[in-house]
């Protein structure tokens, strides 16, 4: 459970996280998404207790960062952007080391069971320092996750390994949503839509829109668009003819086709094939297109 | 506590698992095994055996001996981005910095103690002050704290490690000629007054000796936790600049 | 991630003031610190920095807000002072534990502890005594070992010895004062009321290991001061103690001086015609060589002052008068031999078998030590060295409760030339059997009358204390352990220093033992650890 109200730091006169409010319950994988420098990781780093807030409060687990450090820090389960490692320990020492830190009861068992988890068993015995860049991100993955925290943050878990690896833990992020609240960060879309219950867009430390995936889209959808590919009209003739069907708002060419804009809630399909064909041309392809949230995103973000 | 014994055991693991630390005590135990026959060899007909003989080596080596020991201490956990791990792990910012710390001196104590294995050869073909010689451990143990004590904080200081270093042996250096201030300061009470502060007078003029003075206790003890406590707050600063 | 508002250029003329008002300020209030007061530098340090702060809050006046009340400023200011304030309490502490002396000596010898005899004597000063110690700075790590010694002895004694510590480069007059003649001299003095130093007390403290016996019979010394006091008879034309000459005794005078004596001349012939007596408080009368003998009435002197337990030193020299001292016969001799058992003879002593100049060069060939006189000297380290000496006679069963005793023997070959007159006119001797007398002879003789106390040292040579003499092999000795003797000074500084260790033994080993060391601790030590570390590494590149 991480509730946020008017989070706000500054650095000196800058304001690198300004008034943001949000909450994320038990079992929400919650995607924090922004472009490089919104203030993602600031705020991330004041959920977990690593910088004080310079106003707002943050609760993690029902604890305020602030007034209960502590209690927070043994609830929350942190990966920073850069996976921190000691390469001069081995996988098993290394996980077991942040685990007596956290204060587990039974290191050993947890330590098993976690790098169960993340896939690196075989692994335990191997130093740091040897292994892969998308094994370091599960054992960073593994850390997090050693003292079963109530709260796991991940700041860019799969930023710079490959795509097999991203797959990988993507699915991760996934399962941990099941039983934890999972704060996680990333400039990619596509991930965040994949991987989160819910997504709050964040630039220049201010959310510009939150929401689950489907209703963000919805909401921040201005219209529809058509893909039609016409056979035997140049560019001008087509958009002529298109562009004179009531209800459509601009015609773009892109590859053979042409993207249709069309006013929100119509549906002129039926007259674009007609006017197609009563044109003399021949319709080869006409399909609906969903914006892809990357779409909206620089479109929301652009606009700043 | 828990999280000073749990940083405690890591880092004496890192030594006790490193190479590199094995050839840092093996270069000195040559060093102080060269200087300790070399005593013997004189001490056959010129003169007594030197009672202090290994803590007076070390009071210079440690310049360079301590900084090799805690230059890696705080400067990797920050290169290395552990800090902000240990930062947000449930431990006391005093924990990180003390179990460092101890872990320093202790392996540092462990080679002390081996060295003190020559005394019990002394013991064997001489009639050594044994009791001079102990004092002189005592002295050098808490000179090579209040050494490392200062290491640490410059580790805490930077996140290159060579920096950190260099530091520590400038300010050890300083530390160390405070004894000879007054061959380079004309004013006898400047230069008394930068004697009291350097490292080396409260070992040369009494430990080395062979007694012990409660101010020179209360300095090393004092160099350790005003060390400590500008290194603990370096890495709480970590939180706010 | 500076602020896009503020211009490139504001922005950096603040920064730039910034720091250079910083550090201007920084070294202003160093320079502050360091001199003392308000100098040129200083001032235009301070200002330097206040134009820079004010620059800085201009051109960039949101930064500086930032910076002034941000919480980077709260935080690092709270470090700062919270530094500040835990090196206070250090400094506190170290400065009360090191007022406090408390020091473990950890040495076999208990090199560096002040025995219980020294703490006796501590205990005995009543007025202030001030150490005084000459140090140039390139001498300060001797001034700081120095120091923590002196510092037991002004713990030991209350505060009422004190040390003080003078660089001789800064303050030449008060070296030359002193009297200094290298780095690192330290001085024992009585302080006036004013605490000003008395300079009629004032002793150099000699350097050498056993550093508490001369620390504390210097003390010892400084107590006795102005309690002793010797008396050199002046009426009958006895050698100088004024006089700077060769044949003069200012040496010994200067000497006895220095150890805290106090030395007066006094006639006894005066004394003898007014009926006078000698003061009670002389420690003892200085016979240096009267020329002519005494007479009745100041025999009478003397006998007054010797039932009372006085002291007599005598140097009787050979003399060619008619009435010269101590004649063998004469009144003076006679009282000697029937009170004491000690008598001069008229002879001079002639060794056959002298390496001097003459056969009149009298080397001391046999010393008896039982008693205090001779304790320090020695014939092959510290011979003594007559010219032209009377024998002495001691009365081999003396009276009761007088003890007596010879001191210096001449060799076998030696004899007693009774031939003055031809000696004096022609400096030739030769052995007449049956009319000289045969050596061995003995040439200095002490006497103690156990029930007055009076005691009596009677030397047959005066030459040995003269300025040209007395600094010839046991001869200073003699002449100091002698006077000691007589005035009683060795009982009251006497005091056995606690065992000084000169460090632990030397080692005796062979050769193998030493190879054996060398392997154990250059090779297999090191090398076992090299070994481990080999070890690990393989295990690494393995895992």
């Known amino acids: 459970m991480i509730e946020v109200q008017n989070l706000t730091k500054r650095y000196g006169n800058f304001l690198a996280v300004d008034q943001i409010s949000f909450t994320a319950k038990t079992g929400e994988v919650v995607g924090l998404l922004g472009p490089n420098g919104a203030g993602k990781t600031t705020t991330m780093r004041m959920l977990t207790g690593f910088m004080p807030p310079s106003e707002g409060s943050a609760k993690i687990a029902g604890f305020d960062v602030s007034q209960d450090s502590m209690e927070v820090r043994k609830r929350v389960g942190y990966l920073p952007e850069r996976v921190p490692i000691y390469p001069d320990m081995t996988v098993q020492g290394y996980i077991a080391f942040w685990a007596r830190l956290r204060g587990v009861r039974n290191p050993t068992k947890q330590v098993d069971r976690v790098l169960e988890t993340v896939n690196l068993s075989d692994r335990r015995n191997t130093l740091v320092r040897n292994l892969s860049k998308g094994m370091r991100q599960r054992l960073g993955l593994a850390q997090a996750l050693v003292h079963d925290p109530e709260v796991v943050i991940l700041d860019e878990p799969t930023i710079g390994i490959d795509p097999q690896q991203v797959i990988e833990v993507r699915e991760s992020v996934r399962q941990l949503g099941k039983k934890h609240t999972v704060l996680f960060s990333t400039h990619i879309l596509s991930e965040a839509e994949q991987v989160c219950d819910r997504v709050i867009i964040i630039n220049r430390g201010h959310i510009v829109a939150q929401g689950a995936p489907a209703t963000l889209r919805k909401q921040l959808q201005k219209g529809d668009h058509l893909y039609a590919q016409v056979s035997g009209a140049n560019a001008a003739t087509a958009s002529k003819l298109l562009g004179a069907i009531p209800g459509v708002e601009g015609i773009t060419q892109q590859g053979a086709g042409y993207t249709i804009r069309v006013q929100a809630g119509k549906d002129v399909r039926g007259e674009v094939a007609q006017k197609v064909i009563e044109g003399g041309y021949r319709l080869l392809e006409l399909r609906p297109v969903a914006m892809t949230l990357e779409e909206m995103f620089l479109d929301v973000v652009g606009k700043e | 506590m828990t999280g000073t014994w749990t940083i405690f055991r890591r880092e ?230 | 991630m500076r602020n896009e508002n503020i211009t490139l250029t504001r922005g950096q003329i603040g920064l730039w003031a910034s720091i250079i008002g910083g550090i201007a300020l920084l070294m202003g209030i160093i320079g502050l610190i360091w001199q003392g007061g308000l100098t040129e530098i200083v001032i235009v340090a301070l ?23 941000g919480r980077q400023a ?387 040579d005066s030459d040995f204390a003269t300025n040209s003499l007395v600094q010839s092999g046991g001869n200073g000795i003699l002449f100091t352990d002698g006077l000691s003797w007589l005035t009683g000074f060795s009982d009251r500084i006497n005091f056995a220093p606690q065992a000084y260790g000169t460090g632990s033994p030397v080692i005796f080993v062979d050769g193998q033992t030493l190879d054996v060391i060398s392997f154990l601790t250059v090779i297999l030590l090191p090398g076992l650890v090299f070994a481990i570390g080999l070890g690990i590494w393989i295990r690494r590149v393995r895992a």
């Open chain 3, 74 to 460: 709260r935080y690092s200011t709270s470090a700062v002072f919270g530094a500040l304030l835990l090196i206070g309490i250090v400094v506190l502490f170290y400065v009360v534990l090191q007022r406090a002396v408390i020091i473990l000596d950890m040495t076999e010898g208990q090199r560096f502890s002040i025995s219980d005899e020294t703490r006796n004597i501590l205990r005995q000063v009543t007025r202030p005594i001030q150490i005084t110690g000459f140090y140039s700075p390139r001498a300060l790590a001797q001034r700081e070992v120095d120091d923590q010694f002196f510092r037991l002895y002004e713990d030991g004694s209350n505060g009422k010895i004190t040390r003080s510590y003078i660089d001789p480069d800064e303050q030449p007059a008060m070296a030359q004062k002193f009297g200094i003649t290298s780095d690192g001299e330290v001085f024992l003095s009585y302080l006036n009321t004013d605490s000003s130093v008395d300079f009629n007390t004032v002793s150099r403290l000699p350097r050498s290991e056993t550093q508490e016996r001369d620390m504390t019979e210097a003390i010892s010394r400084l107590l006795i001061s102005g309690t002793l006091t010797v008396y050199f008879d002046q009426s009958h034309a006895e050698r100088d103690p004024l006089s700077a000459d060769p044949q003069g005794l200012s040496g010994i005078n200067n000497g006895i001086r220095e150890s805290g004596l106090i030395t007066y001349p006094i006639s006894i012939s005066d004394l003898a015609a007014s009926g006078g007596n000698i003061p009670d408080t002389a420690s003892a009368i200085i016979l240096a060589r009267p020329t002519t003998d005494f007479s009745e009435a100041e025999i009478g002197v003397i006998d007054r002052y010797l039932q009372k337990g006085g002291a007599l030193f005598i140097m009787a020299d050979v003399l060619y008068n008619q009435d010269a001292f101590l004649r063998y016969d004469g009144l003076f001799n006679r009282y000697l031999w029937e009170h004491f058992g000690i008598r001069a003879l008229d002879a001079a002593v002639v060794d056959e078998a002298s390496h001097g100049q003459t056969l009149l060069d009298i080397v001391s060939a046999a010393i008896y030590p039982e008693n205090d006189i001779a304790k320090r000297l020695n014939e092959q380290n510290s011979p003594t060295l007559f010219k032209i000496a009377r024998p002495v006679e001691v009365n081999t069963s003396p009276a009761e409760n007088v003890p007596n005793g010879k001191v210096i023997m001449s060799s076998p070959q030696s004899y007693g030339e009774t031939d003055l007159k031809t000696l004096g006119e022609t400096e030739t001797y030769h052995y007449d059997d049956g009319k000289d007398i045969r050596g061995p002879l003995s040439t200095v003789a002490w006497a103690y009358n156990r029930a007055t106390g009076a005691k009596v040292l009677l030397i047959g």
């Open chain 3, 47 to 69: 200002v330097i920095g206040a134009i820079g702060i004010v620059l800085w809050a201009v051109m960039t006046p949101r930064e500086f807000r930032a910076f002034v009340s």
């Open chain 2, 12 to 241: 004496m693991g890192q030594y006790f698992t490193s190479p590199i630390s094995y050839i840092i005590a093996g270069a000195l135990l040559i060093l102080t095994g060269l200087y300790f026959n070399g005593d013997v060899a004189y001490s056959l007909t010129v003169k007594a055996i030197n009672p202090s003989l290994i803590p007076d080596f070390m009071a210079t080596a440690m310049i360079f001996f301590g900084p090799l020991l805690t230059m890696r201490m705080l400067a990797e956990e920050q290169r290395e981005g552990t800090m902000e791990l240990l930062l947000t792990s449930p431990v006391n910012d005093n924990a990180i910095v003390i179990g460092k710390f101890l872990s320093a001196w202790v392996y540092y104590s462990l080679l002390l103690a081996i060295t003190f294995s020559y005394q019990l050869i002394v013991a064997r073909i001489s009639n050594p002050d044994m009791s001079h010689t102990i004092c002189a451990y005592i002295g050098i143990w808490l000179y090579g704290g209040a050494a490392l004590a200062i290491g640490l904080m410059f580790s805490a200081l930077t996140e290159n490690q060579i920096v950190a270093a260099f530091l520590s042996i400038a300010t050890l250096t300083f530390l160390y000629l405070g004894d000879v201030a007054g061959q380079i300061v004309t004013n006898l009470d400047l230069a008394r007054a930068i004697r009291q502060l350097s490292l080396a007078a409260h070992y040369t003029d009494s430990f080395a000796f062979g007694i012990v003075r409660a101010e020179d206790m209360a300095y090393f003890a004092g160099i350790i936790v005003i060390m400590l406590f500008i290194a603990v707050r370096v890495v709480e600063s970590h939180r706010w600049r």
